[in-house]
């Protein structure tokens, strides 16, 4: 079993910035990638980022690239997503998962590939 916290989300002003941390415990020898995902009040659940374990390989949404960086310290268990030049529709839950199958191209975005999630943490960008 892999365990999964997040820390790091709040309030901020649109423009602003913020650093999510996912602390990753248990049998983290599984993990293959580690994803984050949001939602917002009222809509489903999105896909934001991901990267491989190994922090190499990392896909993004839309709507974050140039504003999110996701990474992981080689060797750190915790994964994090720099969010920067936030808006106020980025306010959501952001949750991370991880996952222990293949993660490729096509299907780095698949939410149910992802076994473990976090409790999620909120962001709020005010205007």
């Known amino acids: 079993q892999v365990q999964l916290v997040e820390s790091g989300g709040g309030n901020v002003q649109a423009g602003g910035s913020l650093r999510l941390s996912c602390a990753a415990s248990g049998s983290t020898n599984l993990i293959t990638a580690t994803g984050w995902y949001r939602q917002a009040s009222g809509k489903e659940r999105e896909f934001v980022a991901a990267v491989d374990w190994s922090g190499s390989m990392a896909y993004y949404a839309d709507f974050v690239k140039g504003r999110f960086t996701i990474s992981r310290a080689s060797a750190e268990s915790t994964v994090y997503l720099q969010m920067n030049s936030l808006k106020p529709e980025d306010t959501a839950v952001y949750s991370c998962?991880?996952?222990?199958?293949?993660?490729?191209?096509?299907?780095?975005?698949?939410?149910?590939?992802?076994?473990?999630w976090g409790q999620g943490t909120q962001v709020t960008v005010s205007s």
């Open positions: 998962a991880a996952r222990g199958t293949r993660y490729s191209l096509s299907n780095y975005d698949s939410s149910h590939e992802y076994a473990y």
